[in-house]
Antibody, heavy 127, light 106 residues
Framework: EVQLVESGGGLVQPGGSLRLSCVGSGFIFNNYWMSWVRQTPGKGLEWVANIKQDGSEIYYVDSVKGRFTISRDNGKKSLYLQMNSLRAEDTAVYYC????????????????????WGQGTLVTVSS | DIQMTQSPSTLSASIGDRVTITCRASQSLSSWLAWYQQKPGKAPKLLIYKTTILDSGVPSRFSGSGSGTEFTLTISSLQPDDFATYYC????????FGQGTKLEIK
């Protein structure tokens, strides 16, 4: 069974830092792109970051660029999200997800989706 | 960024009903769409990818269609397990989701 398990969430003050971890099992971790997606009651689901199998390509949503860093350790089948300079609006449940993709948009339609998802870890930024 | 707008935001329906959820993109998509189901306290679960393909194990009463700016998720005959919140997601980076449609029991 493919499984993703996050950890590392908690309460942190504005301006503080937190590191999230995600361990994958049941699939060949280093064969897949991986992602972080967050969810808040107000903004709903928001893609945060992606990382290629070997870490050579990384992408972020604009709102976290320069503050968050996604990384992975394929030997440990682990994905990480280092979050610095945290703000109240970063408060959310953070999900780790495997990122599946097909097509490049040039030679046919591109398809991108998240599957499966971990159970999520809650990050609360508050004083 | 491409904005995804779902309608309705809330849908009340009965067991056995046929329901349709619409997802509209702020610009024409030349890419595929995905749909997710989420139950309270749980992570989203992939239902449909590449606009029309059901993920493994998803019942055939679910179907997806659409192109351009308008996409739909249809449940042909509602079952008790289907009452949940549904989200669409487009495939151009940044990958954006609809705001969700909560399907409630009538």
């Amino acid at each position: 069974e493919v499984q993703l398990v996050e950890s590392g969430g908690g309460l942190v003050q504005p301006g503080g830092s937190l590191r999230l971890s995600c361990v994958g099992s049941g699939f060949i971790f280093n064969n897949y792109w991986m992602s972080w997606v967050r969810q808040t009651p107000g903004k709903g689901l928001e893609w945060v970051a992606n990382i290629k199998q070997d870490g050579s390509e990384i992408y972020y949503v604009d709102s976290v660029k320069g503050r968050f860093t996604i990384s992975r350790d394929n030997g440990k089948k682990s994905l990480y999200l280092q979050m610095n300079s945290l703000r109240a609006e970063d408060t959310a449940v953070y999900y780790c997800a495997r990122f599946d993709k097909t097509g490049d948009g040039y030679n046919g339609p591109a398809g991108r989706w998240f599957h499966p998802w971990g159970q999520g870890t809650l990050v609360t930024v508050s004083s | 960024d491409i904005q995804m707008t779902q309608s309705p935001s809330t849908l009340s329906a009965s067991i056995g009903d046929r329901v349709t959820i619409t997802c509209r993109a702020s610009q024409s998509l030349s890419s595929w769409l995905a749909w997710y189901q989420q139950k309270p306290g749980k992570a989203p679960k992939l239902l449909i990818y590449k606009t029309t393909i059901l993920d493994s194990g998803v019942p055939s009463r679910f179907s997806g269609s659409g192109s351009g700016t308008e996409f739909t998720l249809t449940i042909s005959s509602l079952q008790p397990d289907d009452f949940a919140t549904y989200y669409c997601q487009q495939s151009n980076r940044p990958y954006t989701f609809g705001q969700g449609t909560k399907l409630e029991i009538k």
